[in-house]
């Protein structure tokens, strides 16, 4: 698997966070003031290909802390690392990094979040010292709109566009998801489905516009009031990213704990 489809193959799970009140586990979710939330996670993925091309296939653990400045704007800081299970990486010590910003704001039963994030990681550790480029950097937005219907139930949409920046010819990238988030008081339920794509029209992995869709969910159970625990996956239906593909799909657990 080459460089820039690992990239984007991992980094939603890796960075995803589907992070008021009680449930942390709402994708409005930030810390009240002096609040921490610890977000662990880990993952698999696959991908397969036809014509019996082989398989792509990998794990993943991330760690994120998530610290409110406000009851409304909270920064957050991610490590995260692929483990190599079939020596398409120079070693198992393959680690990437974020740091981000949300914030919120309401009208009435309306919610808006906008969020920015920074991510890095250094191709020559992954890969070898053919990547001669020391730190690949990329930067993504994210707007983000929902409804508060009551018990519990929030239907949102956010569109997140995000590109490189540590050369000239740079990708962009252009992400749509539409889902709900249902809070049972012990439970909680995260349904949707992401639209990918991109019309740089030459600086992405195919020379050319994509699309892919995609389907995500999510599930999880509170231990205590502070503590939720869970398991999320995504399955790609259709798409023009990579016409060889058969299927691809990522699974994981995570540990959310709010400090």
């Known amino acids: 698997m080459n460089y820039r489809t690992m990239l ?50 990998g794990y ?16 957050n800081g991610t490590i995260a690392n692929m483990f190599d299970t079939q020596g398409e990486y120079n070693n198992d010590h393959n680690f990437a990094y974020q740091i981000g910003a949300k914030y919120n704001t309401n009208c009435d039963k309306v919610l808006f979040q906008v969020a920015a994030n920074y991510t890095t990681l250094e191709p020559q550790s992954w890969m070898g010292s053919e990547y001669t480029n020391h730190w690949y950097k990329r930067l993504d937005g994210e707007i983000k709109l929902g409804y508060d219907m009551g018990n519990g139930l929030t239907p949102y949409a956010s569109y997140i566009i995000s590109g490189n920046i540590d050369n000239g010819d740079r990708d962009l990238d252009q992400s749509v998801k539409i889902g709900a988030h249902k809070y049972f008081g012990k439970y909680a339920l995260d349904l949707g489905l992401r639209y990918n794509f991109s019309t740089d029209g030459g600086n992405n992995l195919y020379e050319g516009s994509y699309n892919d869709l995609w389907a995500e969910a999510a599930a999880d159970y509170y231990v205590k009031e502070n503590i939720a625990v869970g398991i999320y996956g995504s399955y790609r239906i259709d798409g023009s990213y990579d016409k060889n593909l058969d299927y691809a799909y990522t699974a994981g657990a995570h540990l959310k704990v709010l400090f």
Request: a negative charge; glycine letters at 6%; aromatic letters at 14%.
């Open 60 to 75: 993943y653990a991330a760690e994120t802390l998530e610290y409110g400045i406000t009851d409304k704007f909270s920064i």
């Open 8 to 57: 984007l193959a991992t980094a939603a799970v890796l960075f995803s966070s589907q992070a008021m009140a009680a449930d942390i586990t709402n994708p409005f979710f930030t810390p009240n003031k002096g609040q921490i939330v610890s977000d662990t996670n880990v993952g698999y993925y696959r991908t397969k290909y036809k014509h019996n091309q082989g398989v792509d296939e």
